[in-house]
Nanobody
Framework: QVQLVESGGGSVQAGGSLRLSCAVS???????LAWFRQAPGKEREWVGV???????SVAQSVEGRFTISKVNDKHALDLQMNNLKPEDTAMYYC???????????????WGQGTQVTVSS
């Protein structure tokens, strides 16, 4: 069973940067790994994914500012976030799955989340 533990969240001013990391154990190489986020009162939304073949994609709302990458030797998934905006404030979750895609139903393993707060 895949287990995921996020770290790296915190508070930052608008325009700042944070790097989130997701430690992955029990990882199966056919899985894809993704980041989602959920702001208070809003639905959880897809941020980006790295597929089992290594290809990546991110949501249009973060394109050009966020980069997703996999660190194989550390069994970790990273999310580099630059030029952060107040609307990026949310709980960020790491997820693993086989179906993948933009919906939560494509993922069957989730971390507990790490909070990111961006002040203006």
């Amino acid at each position: 069973q895949v287990q995921l533990v996020e770290s790296g969240g915190g508070s930052v001013q608008a325009g700042g940067s944070l790097r989130l990391s997701c430690a992955v154990s029990g990882y199966i190489y056919s899985y894809c790994l993704a980041w989602f986020r959920q702001a208070p009162g809003k639905e959880r939304e897809w941020v980006g994914v790295i597929d089992s073949d290594g290809s990546t994609s991110v949501a249009q709302s973060v394109e050009g500012r966020f980069t997703i990458s996999k660190v194989n030797d550390k069994h970790a998934l990273d999310l580099q976030m630059n030029n952060l905006k107040p609307e990026d404030t949310a709980m960020y979750y790491c997820a693993a799955g086989v179906l993948c895609g933009l919906r939560q139903t494509g993922y069957n393993s989730w971390g507990q989340g790490t909070q990111v707060t961006v002040s203006s």
